[in-house]
């Protein structure tokens, strides 16, 4: 598992690219809008590592860059890790955007740091929801 100043480096750095996304979006800028995603998501990639570390009472063969990431993330993990990839269009960069930073609060949430879930999903999501409205 991360130490606390590992996880917080996470946290703060996945909130710290999703805050420019929807201004991106607003602007037409879709190559930033996903390499801003792709960062996220290797910071998303951190937090599905950390939470199958997490739940299992057993090493976890934990591949590199997601390798048969299918085999070590919960199965609903994976169900909607599927939907945080979108086509290059505005419509669905901000759906799978907005998939992406759900199911980043689900890990928080299944990895039990109540302190980082409460603080993010109300200040951090209340500002991306009003920006991408």
């Not at 955007?97 to 890990?107: R, V």
Request: glycine share 4%; charged share 25%.
């Amino acid at each position: 598992m991360p130490s606390q100043y590992s996880f917080r480096t996470s946290v703060e750095e996945f909130w710290f690219e999703a805050f420019h996304i929807p201004k991106y979006l607003a602007r037409g800028e879709l190559w930033m809008v996903k390499l801003r995603d792709n960062t996220m998501k290797e910071l998303l990639l951190c937090m599905l590592e950390w939470h199958a570390i997490a739940r299992s009472p057993k090493p976890v063969d934990i591949w590199h860059n997601g390798l048969r990431m299918h085999e070590w993330v919960a199965p609903q993990t994976w169900i909607e890790l599927q939907k945080t990839f979108g086509q290059f269009g505005a419509t669905d960069a901000q759906r799978a955007f907005e998939a992406t930073i759900q199911l980043e609060l689900t890990m928080y949430k299944l990895i039990q740091n109540k302190e980082v879930e409460n603080r993010v999903s109300t200040s951090h999501l209340y500002f991306l929801r009003r920006a991408l409205a």
